[in-house]
């Protein structure tokens, strides 16, 4: 009676609402799905899929529209749909041709949507997007299964040996060998003569043919183990090393240039091709071989010198790496892809490189594996060679740790600080000096003489005033005064090789005669200041015109390689030089024998002084010569008597400078004698720090940040905070013995260099 009493529309219409709604539920399912598959995903595939599609190898912007993952990891500005929401979707605002961002489907891919088209997106996005394409989930281009079924990504297993018998067994291999015969119905081939069998094993460990003598004594070894002999021998053979270290220098392409636009040379990479052949030769391990080449230096950090010596070399593995255009800074990135592509074909057989840019498309290996190991190497400071924009190598790393190098060094390095502690010392009181001659002059200078010459011109010595050209004839001396001829370098610096004659007479008293030359060229100019031929110690000065009694420091005793060819100079000029032959020396000019010769500096003069030894009158004679001719300017030239007493002033300059010529041996001493530290092309650490996804491989357009770890493939295991590179980390985890590649892929190598083909015929790809 109460139900009878309710209106009937109150009662049934809120039932059938229900019914309807649960009802809808499947029938919209149904819907959707049909409405992708007739609607969306033609269009898609007519107008989307030839630029977006990871099945086709093209995902322009990272994008890719042929699943459902696809659009939800997006592109390289994210998620490509929100569901649900129009104005949120990077897809709705492409097909739009909004002004900013990209305009998809581009012009040359048809140009874009018709309208009815961009609405159909848009009823899709805002109904939910839903798509059935739901792939098996995958790791880089495999799904689990296919991962857990692919056999060499499978732990090494315990192998039954085939039972078989037989003269003919001598090992478990013969047993695998023979049992695959039986099967195939097949004979063994008749097993070679001995002749045969020595060149073909000799040709194989050492790559030389046996000599005569080593057959002849072969032939006639009658001993059981003749074979085991002969191989024996030939392991103990350098040559072993020598071409079973070719074929790894193969793998981890050694080359002595560096690969970048000029293949610039590489100092010290012959380092490592010579530690390879002797790992061969001394028998290592492999997992031990595989460490030192990834962290030889951390891992003998705190061992022995040679130890830590040997690891050094070991890694320039990496530092070998190809460099790449023209400046080798700026392109780092492709440094280390080349890295992570050696490692991980040479060590694992695996294309890891090829997910530098998008997952591996037919490997477990994602981007994010990739820039995993980047992370690590790019925390590794490379040795860089030289290229052509930076011609100088550096970070070259040195052979000794720091501590090594200070006990070794500091003995040496007590003594040459010790040394140069007392050459500063002269050095300041010879600019004392020189600042002393300047006070004493600069109130007793007179010009004796000055002039200009024209290239290729010569000029007597003379005063340019007709009325006192005679100034060079009665010229009244003290003894410690000075007389200076200076050479300038005139505009166009067109002084560089000018002829100096110079002659002082004494006026009465002994007659003396000093001559330039024959003073200077009596012992090859053996000193600065140069004695006389009279036993006066300071007679004449060869000078760094620019500064006050500067004396030039540095003697070359054999300029431009030329014997005979002596020089004093600073840095390349101002300069004093003579030949001191009885021939004439080709250099850049003619020069004759017995002759002297001033080169100034761009930016003043050079000179030469004469010092007076006694009180009385002298009279100069003189011819100075452009010997080089070529210039413009020609040369400027200039004498000049100081008036002032120099001698206590030179006196204690030419003790200081014994002393400094006395202490300059002595360093120079030292030097050849102290160790000369030694540097390898190779590895160490850099700035620890994680890096960031490339987009596309693009280093100028970042993603997230990847922390450095192993591959996710074997366990994903992570560097540890305070653990430097991670380089370390990742030698043990290359050479772990629950590692199923890496013995495989180097088993593989062995039997395709003994046998010319691997049992895996792709030596480098052990993936799918």
């Known amino acids: ?66 699943s459902k993952l696809g659009w939800e990891k997006g592109g390289d500005s994210g998620a490509a749909m929100v569901p649900g929401n129009l104005d949120e979707s990077l897809l709705i605002q492409a097909v739009l041709y909004g002004d900013d961002g990209p305009k998809m489907p581009p012009e040359d891919a048809g140009g874009k949507l018709q309208d009815a088209e961009i609405a159909l997106l848009k009823q899709w996005i805002q109904q939910g997007a839903n798509d059935p394409r739901n ?31 037989g003269a003919d067994v001598r090992n478990a291999i ?18 070679a003569d001995r002749r045969s069998l020595i060149r073909r094993v000799t040709y194989d460990l050492t790559g030389l043919p046996p000599t005569p003598s080593e057959v002849d004594s072969f032939l006639a070894d009658s001993s059981p183990q003749y074979y085991h002999a002969l191989i024996e021998r030939l392991l103990q053979s350098p040559r072993y090393g020598e071409r079973w270290g070719r074929h790894w220098l193969d793998l981890v392409r050694y080359a002595d240039t560096a690969g970048e636009n000029t293949d610039h040379p590489i100092p010290d990479a012959w380092r490592f091709r010579n530690w390879v052949i002797e790992a061969f030769n001394r028998d290592i391990p492999y997992d031990q071989f595989v460490r030192e080449q990834i962290a030889g230096d951390l891992l003998h950090a705190d061992d022995t010198p040679d130890r830590y010596r040997e690891g050094v070399i070991g890694t320039g593995f990496l530092a070998i790496a190809r460099r790449f255009d023209h400046d080798i800074d700026k392109f780092t990135h492709l440094t280390v892809e080349d890295t992570i592509d050696t490692t991980g074909k040479t060590f694992l ?35 860089f060679p030289g290229c052509e924009a930076k011609q100088q190598p550096r970070d070259l790393v040195p052979l000794q740790s720091d501590a090594e190098w200070a006990r070794i060094n500091e003995p040496y390095q007590v003594q040459l600080s010790a040394i140069d502690a007392e050459l500063k010392t002269l050095t300041m009181a010879l600019a004392n000096r020189a600042r002393e001659f300047q006070a004493q002059s600069s109130n007793s200078q007179t010009l004796l003489a000055s002039g200009q010459i024209a290239d290729g011109s010569n000029q007597t010595l003379a005063h340019p005033d007709p009325a006192i050209a005679n100034s060079l004839d009665n010229l009244e001396v003290k003894a ?43 012992d090859g100019v053996a000193e600065n200041p140069h004695k006389d031929r009279y036993d006066n110690e300071i007679t004449w000065l060869l000078l760094d015109g620019r500064m006050p009694l500067s004396l030039l420091p540095e003697k070359i005793p054999e300029l431009s390689n030329q014997p005979g060819l002596v020089a004093w100079r600073s840095g390349d000029n101002p300069a004093v030089f003579a030949n001191t032959t009885e021939n004439p020396i080709a250099v850049w000019t003619t020069l004759p024998s017995k002759t002297l010769f001033v080169h100034p500096a761009p930016d003043g003069p050079v000179a030469i002084a004469w010092v007076s030894p006694f009180d009385g009158r002298i009279s100069i004679r003189g011819r100075i010569a452009d010997a080089h001719p070529g210039g413009n300017s ?90 430097g590179s991670g380089r370390l980390q990742l030698a043990n985890w290359m050479s772990d013995s629950n590692n199923p590649l890496v013995s495989r892929v180097m088993v593989n190598r062995i039997w395709q260099h003994h046998f010319g083909k691997g049992l895996v015929q792709t030596p480098n790809d052990f993936g799918t």
């Open 1 to 66: 009676m109460l139900f009878g009493r309710l209106h009937p529309v109150r009662f049934v219409v809120p039932m059938l609402l229900s019914v309807v709604w649960l009802c809808s539920a499947n029938a919209d399912a149904e819907t959707d799905d049909a409405f992708f598959e007739s609607r969306i995903r033609p269009l898609l595939t007519e107008r989307c899929l030839n630029c977006h599609s990871a099945d086709k190898g093209k995902t322009e912007g990272g994008l890719a529209l042929d």
């Open 135 to 165: 792939a098996a989930a995958k790791r880089g281009g495999m799904t689990e299964e296919q991962l857990r079924d692919w056999w060499s990504f499978q732990p090494l297993q315990p192998c039954a040996v085939p039972e078989i018998e």
């Open 174 to 191: 013969d047993r695998f060998t023979g049992a695959r015969l039986v099967s195939a119905g097949l004979q063994r081939a008749p097993e």
């Open 349 to 383: 057989g695996l294309s890891i490189a090829c997910a530098r840019c998008h997952d591996h498309k037919y490997d477990p290996i994602s981007t994010k594996d990739y820039y995993a190991l980047y992370g690590i190497l790019n925390s590794t400071r490379y040795a």
């Open 480 to 522: 410690g005064q000075v007389v200076q001829l200076s050479i300038d370098p005139n505009g166009d610096y067109g002084a560089d090789s000018t002829q100096i004659e110079w002659e002082i007479q004494e006026l009465g008293g002994a007659s003396r005669k000093w001559n330039l030359l024959e003073d200077l060229l009596a």
């Open 634 to 723: 020609g040369i400027g030239w200039r004498m000049d008597h100081f008036a002032a007493d120099h001698s206590t002033l030179l006196n204690e300059m030419k003790a200081a400078i014994a002393r400094q010529t006395l202490l300059v041996a002595k360093r120079n001493e030292v030097v050849a004698l102290s160790p000369v530290r030694e540097f390898a092309y190779a590895v160490t650490e850099a700035v620890t720090a994680n890096a960031k996804q490339h987009m596309r491989g693009d280093p100028e357009k970042l993603g997230d940040e990847i922390p450095r770890r192993w591959l996710e493939l074997f366990g994903g295991e992570a560097v540890a905070p305070a653990a």
